[in-house]
């Protein structure tokens, strides 16, 4: 092990615990020599500028000030950017462009939000959301009687993209005896046969799916890929579920489908975001619909943290980055 590189923390410092509890930082401090007392907003202060020219490396999370060619020009001996969250569109191109690494922990964000739709697709397989609301308007239930449209045997799940989080939820629905169809342009066939899923255009998807899952990244060809057509073409008593971007979603179309009560959706996040208090999404009894919060949150965030104490170990150790980013991929990625 060689000595401790000299470290910064930029973000948010609400988040610098929840993501660094002590076992946490503790580890990260055996190998970064960081002080969690000094937590930049920016990086125009004295203090935070006399940092930034000695840190070879910066670990940033929610609330990063902005990383660009200008900073970088006062970060001389700057060697990676360890980013304690997701998406990593935010972090200039100039980075990449001299050379520093960049990692991100957006593989440890993937589990609760796969965890997230695992429960969902669970759920909306047995139409417990319906049967909840059947059971409280009729305050009663016959024992024994038969829900014919309940039940996850053999169900069909469409998932649209093999996005990280799309790729845990496949591992997730192993065990069950669901039929999984997967919609991604760059799945080819072999690869399919490895994931176990079966490939289906997205059109086809939409029609043969029981649960249809969004796991595609924001990007200008995916806006409104789930339009008033395609939520047409799903069969009755289908469900929907998005849990990547509310943008991929066209929302006049969501609520004009679930209106008819044909199909029904599980929701967690929207466009806009978040929803102004008029938005008809919160009066349809036949959408769930949750705050943004499939992602990492409360004792999840520590999880984040220790993947960044990990590719930290790995750099100090002279070993590669398991999380790093390559720059020739973003134009994909969330």
Known sequence: MTDRLPGLFAM???????????????????????????????????????????????????????????????????????????????????????????????????????????????????????????????????????????????????????SRIGRRVIELLRPFDFEVLLSDPYVDADEADRLGVGLAGLDELFARADIVSVHAPDLRETRHLVNAERLAAMKDGAVLINTARGALVDTDALVAALATGRISAIVDVTDPEPLPSASPLFDLPNLFLTPHVAGSQGNELARMGRCIVEEAERLADGQPLVHAIDPGLLWRQA
């Open 12 to 162: 948010d410092p609400v988040y610098l615990p929840k993501l660094f509890p002590e076992p946490n930082l503790r580890r990260l401090r055996a190998v970064l020599d960081i002080d969690p007392a000094h937590v930049a907003r920016g990086f125009a202060d004295e203090r935070a500028a006399s940092a930034l020219a000695d840190a070879e490396v910066i670990i940033t999370g929610w609330g990063a000030p902005p990383i660009d060619a200008s900073v970088l020009d006062k970060a001389g001996r700057l060697r990676a950017v360890l980013h304690a969250a997701g998406s990593v569109q935010w972090i200039d191109r100039a980075v990449y462009e001299r050379g520093i690494a960049v990692s991100s922990a957006a593989d440890a964000n993937a589990v609760p939000v796969a965890e997230y739709t695992l429960g969902a697709i669970l759920l909306a397989g047995k139409n417990l959301f319906g049967l909840r609301d059947r059971f409280r308007s009729e305050r009663g239930f016959v024992i024994g009687q038969d829900h014919p449209d309940s039940g996850n045997y053999g169900r069909t799940v469409g998932l649209i993209g093999a």
